[in-house]
């Protein structure tokens, strides 16, 4: 692997790690580029041949998993879960969750049942691949 290769590497994992500490906040395109020191164009593409999705789309993906351990494991209701996990609506919430998991929030926690085991398997068995 090339320097430059590694460089880049680095760059959009710098992004993705953002992504995933502040997943629950407002986080665009350019504010992310600006995090890798690359143009939006340019960030948008990379992070996409780097990790084989949109930033948006691992974003939400991002924000529906940490969605699903909610669900799971506590009794807030889904809207105020919506909002913890960075969504501006409960709509777009529910349809974004029904497109990465394939049933709705509300279907999925009556489906779920709080697993007994580590936390790291839960995540690796329960990720959405959407």
């Known amino acids: 692997m090339s320097r430059a290769t590694e460089d880049t590497n680095r760059r959009m994992l710098r992004a993705r790690d953002a992504m995933d500490r502040a997943y629950a906040q407002p986080l665009d395109v ?6 890798a020191h690359v143009s939006p164009a340019h960030f948008t593409r990379t992070f996409r041949a780097t990790f084989g999705e949109t930033p948006h789309r691992y974003l939400q993906r991002r924000r529906v998993e940490r969605a699903m351990f909610l669900l799971r494991e506590t009794d807030h209701s889904v809207t105020d879960i919506c909002f913890a996990v960075g969504f501006g609506s409960p709509g777009t919430f529910s349809r974004t969750f029904h497109g990465i998991v394939g049933r709705s929030p509300r279907t999925y926690r009556k489906e779920a049942v709080p697993a007994n085991v580590p936390t790291c398997f839960t995540k690796a068995w329960l990720r959405p691949t959407g």
């Open 30 to 35: 350019p504010a992310l580029a600006r995090i």
